[in-house]
């Protein structure tokens, strides 16, 4: 499962999402402002892309 960063400008925090929404922005959990998506770059050090673009499958619910 996909999992989002969402960064908050408002209190300056950082929060994760899973796949639940497909959105470019979610409501900061603390303060309630705007919280816009940000790309996460943890997940590049995987070698193999084939393995994370057949993990993302599993948002279909
Ligand atoms: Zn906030």
Known sequence: MP???FYCPQCRKK???LCRTAL???PCPQCAAESKKVLSAFRA???SLGESIAA???CGG
């Open 45 to 47: 050090g995987k070698s």
């Open 15 to 17: 929060f994760e999402e």
């Open 56 to 58: 993302s499958d599993g």
């Open 3 to 5: 999992l989002y960063e």
């Open 24 to 26: 470019d922005s979610l």
